[in-house]
């Protein structure tokens, strides 16, 4: 798998690169700004792009938006994009082309590599993988009222792991239930959110982030 | 601050906190268009009997005096000596009342009693016949205070003008007088009678004096134009006289109700900048509120962001800070741990980890506080948006800014937002929320409303007064209506004159 890096922070570039590498990924581009970012991937399309939302020289959301660009320029191209702090704002922007292949997480979760390393994975299979904390905030915004507030704790559990990008094998591990049992939750999940089910993993995910979105 | 046309106009006064009654607003229906216009004529009715109780207040003594002098009858006492009486009982409650009230005491009621003797005294003098109430000894007693009690009220009807122009138009004319000494110890009255001389030696007197008589003589003008002026153009006319003398007048009586609804508009406009040129606070005054205004909102502010540094010193102190010490330990303890005992130690590292995890939480909780990050990325309306995103309630946010407000004034703004809305999460149980922000006349203004069930009350709240204090160092004013039952809404304005060029332009990612 070939991935590109843009990181402004030498370390954590550095850092990221080493550990891409070590799963077997082949980085064909480390650079440090959205700019470079841009030229790097029209020269070399690679599988997924991985983007710091805060880049030179403005550091402020250039990561984000050399991101869109490039997504608009290179339609399906898979980004995870990284970030100090997590916003809904931004994660309904990546979103909003409902195409998937989209990541956005937190840096903290570089610190446990495999977990990164399989968003990693996911997202450049044209899957999601949005932050815990993203997820949470559109819980908490649709918690009040609403089909949401009227499913059961464990449902809860199961859509807010699936709404991170998760699938139904890995729902199952980290639950520590059957793949059957979550298989179960998920039909009661869009059942009650009155949403179309859906086989594929991926339109299932983009249409639960879509509903919570609303 | 920047200097501009804004800021120049905030020297004069702050910004209205409420709808003025008679201000012609953008965008005003129908319905509000046509109560403005029959309320006119009442408000000026009001003006008009103001201007002549002042005026009779002011002729009382004076009358008197002249009344004595053309009476001439050398009768100790024993003219009228029971308007005398009755003059002298009036004038003696008055003038405690009109003192406590010039001190600062009192309200608008009480005022109103001032011009009583001075009505009566103007009244008894002119239409009884004979001498003046009480004879010579009597006016020698009568008209000096009649005369000082005139004074006041002139001072009483020039601050019912300033009122009435604050409420009708809105902007408010601020007090002219010099500020009251003061209060130092001692007996209330003597500080009443002392801030009575003080205000008889202060200027502003004249402005009033001239105020009530400038108003007086023009509608003392109005008045024989209106008398004489049908008449008048009757006289014009081809032959020496055009019609019956009825014809004119009668044709001005039928056409003087849609005169007066046509008229008292633009009479009460004209009111209301004579007023504010007149009767309004000279520069240097103007001046001296601004320095006072400005050293209690600095005092405030430096409190405040003292306060502040000390919250972020102890949240990094008890939050990162250790967390990064017992990572240390944590790491250290594992280090020595590996050769004997790696299960250990390993579990040690994931400890640390977890620390670290934390740590940069803590962290980020922090900046959040201090300066949120898309404030900085994106600029007030999508932060606003990103804060409302995280509410548990429907928040529809809307507007633009054409330029981004300057950083200050845009994170003060942010963070009153930001406590609004908690308000409403905390206290309001609401379903629904709206925020619009928008940029005119040099001012940022931003409403905030919920579907709740109001009766929240900047009196009451430590939260909306804050919030008040705090946009106070910007010059910004909140005004808050909350009736029970909801809606509640909140308005607030800030002024910024130059807003700094726009750096970061959203239009790539919306």
Redesign the interface.
Known sequence: MRVAIAEDLFLLRDGLTRLLQAHGMEVTAAVENGEELLAALRADRPDVAVVDV?LPP?F??EG??AA??ARQELPGLPVLVLS??V????A??LLADGSGGVGYLL??RV??GSQFVDAVRRVAAGGTAMDPEVIG?LL??N???GPVASLTPREREVLALMAEGRSNAAIAQQLVITERAVAKHTASIFVRLDLQPSDDDNRRVLAVLAYLNG | MNPGPGSERHLVEPAPAFVPELAPGPGATFGARLVRTLLAPFRLAYLLTLTAAALAALAGGPVLVWRRLAGGVPDPLGDHLHLFLGLLCALIPCLVWGAAWASGGGGRAAGAVLTLPGVLAFAAATFYPGGAPGGSHGVVLLAPLLVLLGLLATRWAASEHRRCVERWFGRPILDPYRPLPDAGPGNRIVRSWAAVVDWLTDVALLRDLAWTLGCGATVAAGLVLLAFAPGLLNHLGPNGEFAKPWVPYGLALMLSPALVLWGAPLVLDLHARAARTVIGPSRERQLAARVQHLSETRAETIDHSAAELRRIERDLHDGAQARLVALGMALNAAEQLFDADPAAARALVTEA?GA??KA??EL?AL??GIHP??L???GLV?AV??LA?????HVQVSGDLEDRPPRAVESAAYFAVSELLANTVKHARA?NGWIEIGHTDGMLRIVVGDDGRGDADPARGSGLRGIERRLAAFDGVLAVSSPVGGPTIASLEIPCASPSPK??SSS??A
Not at chain 1, 87 to 90: D, H, I, S, V
Not at chain 2, 389 to 393: I, K, T, Y
């Open positions: 805060r403005g402020t959301d984000l938006r869109l660009t100090q702090y916003e809904q704002l931004y309904r922007e840096k903290d610190l446990d905030r908490t915004h918690a009040a009222a | 980890k670290s995890a940069l939480g980020r900046v959040c990050p898309v900085a990325d994106r999508d948006q990103a995103l995280d509410l548990p309630l379903r750096t970061s790539a990612t």
